[in-house]
């Protein structure tokens, strides 16, 4: 592909099938900057939107098949794509948020329980013992998506690990957290 500005859309989608970085290098100059505008202008944050813009063209990467170039543009495809995700996570971002709130809510109308306070400082050493016990990258990884609020694409990207590497860490350590806090007396504690 030596002139790249006479090439189609469809065929350079052709040559990403082939595993063409060039091919997919030139979709991103051609396509790139509007998925990013469409995806910013529904999540209003820079660092999501461009989440979802490298999300977008890995899709493209991984399943060139999935774009029929008898159903429309390149481009209209990837908006569609990059507006799907982009709600997405706008509702992903909601909920959470309503979430949070409740529970915020629940918390601060519940009155003072002495017994419950000291149940919870009991609760919250065996905790801090059960994290002291785990393996350091299962520790951080833990301490990044539940005490820092972090989702697991984030996590990744802080570690530089894959995301799949940092779900499994976090799974194995939050396993190894209910054994040592069960076997601290501690039952019915959602770790």
């Known amino acids: 592909m030596s002139h790249l500005d006479e090439v189609s859309d469809a065929q350079l989608v ?6 063409s970085e060039v091919a997919l290098a030139e979709l991103y100059r051609r396509h790139g900057g509007a998925v990013y ?18 999300e977008v063209f890995l899709r493209l990467w991984n399943q060139p098949d999935r774009f029929d170039p008898d159903r429309g543009s390149l481009r209209s495809f990837l908006l569609a794509q990059a507006h799907g995700r982009a709600v997405d996570a706008v509702r992903s971002s909601s909920s959470r948020r309503a979430r949070e709130s409740r529970d915020a809510m629940r918390t601060a109308e519940a009155p003072y329980d002495m017994q419950h306070e000291v149940w919870d400082l ?13 393996p350091d990258e ?13 989702t ?3 996590v990744a990207r802080l570690l530089d690990q894959p995301e799949g590497t940092v779900k499994s860490r976090i799974r194995n350590g939050m396993r190894r957290m209910r054994a040592v806090l069960a076997d601290a007396g501690i039952r019915g504690v959602d770790a």
């Open 14 to 19: 052709t040559s990403v099938a082939r595993y």
């Open 37 to 54: 505008g469409l995806a910013k202008r529904v999540l209003q944050n820079a660092a999501e939107a461009e989440d979802v813009t490298q």
């Open 122 to 134: 009991a609760v919250a050493d065996q905790v801090a013992h059960a994290m002291g016990e785990l």
């Open 138 to 150: 299962e520790r951080r990884a833990i301490e990044l998506a539940y005490f820092d609020g972090r």
């Open 152 to 154: 697991y694409r984030e």
